[in-house]
């Protein structure tokens, strides 16, 4: 656990006494598969880290749509946001396998921040880039087809997720094909005939909950 914890933003600036510090002031959620640990609109004032498993951020539109935010995986941040402006979640995070998160209040990370500089400039870094990606997906939404939206999320997944088999990149997204549909802002039909083109040149190969990424270069220029 303690590898995983240090590729977090939040610890990465640490040295051992201090990570060993401040993960004693955290405490361990697990949840179940298709559990929830917080819904959109509750009061927030809590960051998590993933030590393991997989959850997903989504967001739900008026009529009942679902939008699928983000998937954060082992040593990867959320809900950091809610410590500068607490206030209600602006999505809810469910897990999409068994979990394990460490959560981490505002009393208890104050101190960290008024004494640690360094702490705090990690966590204005880990906003910056959050802001940055999310008009990066704004852009995309505007700009990129569907087919091209799809060849750069699985290509994203990959470089988190993905391990490298003589047979291609390996990915365990664990997402049905609606989740995946979610996450690029399409329909479900729309994203499988997507994915059906880039199996019939051989780009990848489908299978449950996963893919195997054989072509990363088509697809890298595919996404672009």
């Not at 664990?174 to 499988?192: F, P, W």
């Amino acid at each position: 656990m303690d590898d995983v914890l240090m590729r977090a933003p939040l610890f990465a600036v640490l040295d051992a006494e201090g990570a060993a510090a401040l993960k004693s002031s955290m405490e361990e959620t697990r949840l179940l598969k298709g559990d929830t640990l917080f819904s959109e609109g509750d009061a927030g004032d809590r960051l998590y880290v993933v030590t393991e498993g997989k959850i997903k951020l989504s967001h739900s539109s008026g009529d009942g749509r679902e939008t699928l935010l983000a998937v954060m995986g082992e040593g990867q941040m959320f809900g950091e946001l809610s410590l500068f402006d607490p206030g209600p979640r602006t999505a809810t995070a469910s897990a999409l396998t068994d979990v394990a998160v460490l959560g981490l209040g505002h009393q208890a990370l104050r101190p960290w921040l008024t004494g640690r500089p360094e702490v705090a400039e990690a966590l204005l870094q880990a906003l910056a880039r959050r802001l940055r990606r999310t008009n990066e997906t704004l852009s995309d939404l505007v700009f990129s087809d569907v087919p091209g939206r799809v060849a750069k999320a699985l290509l994203d997944l990959g470089e988190r997720f993905g391990h490298m088999e003589p047979d291609g990149l390996h990915v365990t997204h664990d997402m049905t094909q609606e989740e995946l549909a979610q996450l690029v802002g399409a329909s479900r039909e729309t994203v499988n005939k997507a994915l059906a083109d880039f199996v019939s040149r051989g780009w990848l190969r489908l299978e449950s909950r996963s893919v195997v990424l054989i072509d990363t270069e088509r697809l890298q220029r595919r996404a672009r």
